[in-house]
Nanobody, 124 residues
Framework: VQLQASGGGLAQIGGSMRLSCAASGRTGSTGVMAWFRQSPGQEREFVAAWTMFNTLYADSVKGRFTITRDGAKNTVYLQMDSLKSEDTAVYYC????????????????????WGQGTQVTVSS
């Protein structure tokens, strides 16, 4: 499975941005599609996850970010609204082939495939 993330760039505080992640290759089984982010010197941080049965959000983005998936395009999106400076990071999409319990969806080690990352910078 190959993942191609796009949509990053520069946004103003309070603004919006939408990230996309297109999956290709052996995508017959996609248990979980998720977004993580990483700032310099920090560990990779869970942002949001999507499955056919649930969506899950980090507390820091709940109510501001929305994860959705277009099955026909095998693409997952992350709509980011009310952006804050602390949202600045490299955002990575990830896929896990098999289903997993909700509580485990926030851990990077549980994902099989990763995209290349896209930089999001939020400033005034």
């Amino acid at each position: 499975v190959q993942l191609q993330a796009s949509g990053g760039g520069l946004a103003q505080i309070g603004g919006s941005m939408r990230l996309s992640c297109a999956a290709s290759g052996r995508t017959g089984s996609t248990g979980v599609m998720a977004w993580f982010r990483q700032s310099p010197g920090q560990e990779r941080e869970f942002v949001a996850a999507w499955t056919m049965f649930n969506t899950l959000y980090a507390d820091s983005v709940k109510g501001r970010f929305t994860i959705t998936r277009d099955g026909a395009k095998n693409t997952v999106y992350l709509q980011m609204d009310s952006l804050k400076s602390e949202d600045t990071a490299v955002y990575y999409c990830a896929v896990r082939s098999a289903r997993i319990v909700v509580s485990a969806q926030r851990y990077p080690s549980n994902y099989d495939y990763w995209g290349q990352g896209t930089q999001v910078t939020v400033s005034s």
